[in-house]
């Protein structure tokens, strides 16, 4: 039973649109949420997070929306570039003591020139 | 300043081998993690070190995998007898251990094929 859902695995886009990335969880005791990133070959790259406390995280060209009631995390790039072309995964901190992440399979956003 | 380095890079080996695989996490970071990603799938949570203590064990996916650590710092993954499902890129992660503990700093991961 998968606790993380991407139910996109792809995702394709023209440069300077909006990309919209989803993920649903289950788990109404997960506290904290994150974006990562990553290119082939390499390890996976922290983006952008939110806390459960709030709604909303901006940092330039991204921003994270949480949905608590519906269990639903969205992360909004706008405007896409190319270089934004990677797998995203999201990730999701079930609090207790460990700080385990558990993620979603990605969903693999390609920005068209 | 050093990100989180895993070797190898790549490492095949035949099945009923064992491997060793190994994470220098960032100077400081008290939190270790180790996941795993097969073909098509998320990544996958193994274990989890605090120190060099592991509280949470609960991923690993059989007897034949066990991790230590030790000085606070460098990790190894050890598989034993080695099976074809065990191909996958492995992932090493650290954190501060207090503050963002959540924020996970990835090293680029060791592919592991077993033939």
């Known amino acids: 039973d998968q606790q993380v859902k991407q139910n996109s695995p792809s995702l394709s886009v023209q440069e300077g649109r909006i990309s919209i990335l989803n993920c649903d969880y289950t788990n109404s005791m997960f506290d904290y949420f994150l974006w990562y990133k990553k290119y082939p070959a390499e390890g996976p790259t922290f983006l952008i997070s939110i806390s459960s406390i709030k709604d909303k995280n901006e940092d330039g060209r991204f921003t994270v929306f949480l949905n608590k009631s519906a269990k639903h995390l969205s992360l909004h790039i706008v405007p896409s570039q190319p270089g934004d072309s990677a797998v995203y995964f999201c990730g999701v901190g079930s609090g207790g003591s460990n700080y385990k992440l558990t993620f979603g399979k990605g969903t693999l956003l390609t920005v068209n020139p | 300043g050093a990100g989180v380095s895993q070797s190898p890079s790549n490492k095949v080996t035949e099945k009923g081998k064992d491997v060793e695989l190994r994470c220098d996490p960032i100077s400081g970071h008290t939190a270790l993690y180790w996941y795993r990603q097969s073909l098509g799938q998320g990544l996958e949570f193994l274990i989890y070190f605090q120190g060099n203590s592991a509280p949470d064990k609960s991923g690993l996916p059989s007897d034949r995998f066990s991790a230590e650590r030790t000085g606070g710092s460098v990790s190894t993954l050890t598989i034993q007898r080695t099976q074809q499902e065990d191909s996958a890129v492995y992932l090493c992660?650290?954190?501060?251990?207090?503050?963002?503990?959540?924020?996970?700093?990835f090293g680029p991961g060791t592919r592991l094929t077993v033939t």
């Open positions: 992660a650290s954190s501060l251990g207090t503050g963002r503990l959540y924020e996970q700093y």
